[in-house]
């Protein structure tokens, strides 16, 4: 499967900031996806990364909040905007190599807002 | 839209016991169903998947078994070790949404030495 680099893996952040999460695949994917992961919880999408256009949100999630950029096939970002506590999690990208196969995951980027 | 249960939240087994997880589902026009494993402070990682023209799939010590009509899925781990300690995820794929997973709740499997 693709090797899928996230960066950064951690950060600290100042409430009201915003932070950039990127998401490298060393191959071409079709389909890239950004997903929250609070403490011992499930895994909540939040958008589809579509390349060359705008994301697709979930219900509860907006662009103001969540900007997602895909200019290729194979790198995305989600920038985290005006962040508060509530927004200290776990943020993932997923990426498919087509719309019917399976999703692997990179490793993650523990945010935390103080 | 589709909703994905997953029980039990927790599993306790000892070592060399078997573990089954189950999931259910609403949508029944699924037709992709993975599991993942997540160890304390790693990433999801996928361990089997089966999709629905198919009723049983194995890998070593781990199978999947799907039942459309019940719509209900479940995860069988035989001759547990240490190492299968997790969370294990149950998700969902509809094939009308086939861009997305939807996601269990998550098992937290302890196995006991």
């Known amino acids: 499967s693709a090797v899928i680099s996230q960066k950064p893996s951690r950060d600290i952040c100042q409430r009201g900031t915003s932070l950039t999460i990127q998401c490298q695949v060393d191959s071409q994917v079709t389909m890239m996806f950004w997903y929250r992961q609070q403490p011992g919880q499930s895994l909540t999408l939040i958008a589809t990364a579509n390349q060359g256009s705008e994301a697709t949100y979930e219900s509860g999630f907006v662009i103001d909040k969540f900007p997602i950029s895909r200019p290729n096939l194979t790198f995305s970002t989600l920038t985290v905007s005006n962040m508060s506590p509530e927004d200290s999690s776990i943020y993932l990208c997923s990426v498919g190599q087509d719309i019917q196969g399976p999703q692997h995951f990179g490793d993650g980027t523990r945010l935390s807002i103080l | 839209g589709e909703n994905v249960e997953q029980h039990p939240s927790t599993l306790s087994v000892q070592e060399g016991d078997s573990a089954v997880i189950k999931c259910t589902y609403s949508?029944?026009?699924?037709?992709?169903f993975p599991w993942y494993k997540q160890e304390l402070g790693k990433r999801p990682q996928l361990i089997i998947d089966i999709r629905s023209n198919v009723g049983e799939k194995k890998d070593q010590r781990i199978a999947v078994t799907l039942n459309k009509t019940a719509k209900h899925f479940s995860l069988h781990i035989t001759e547990t070790q240490p190492e299968d300690s997790a969370v294990y995820f149950c998700a969902a794929r509809s094939s009308y949404n086939t861009d997305k997973l939807i996601f269990g709740t998550g098992t937290r499997l302890q196995v006991f030495p």
């Open positions: 949508d029944s026009a699924s037709n992709y």
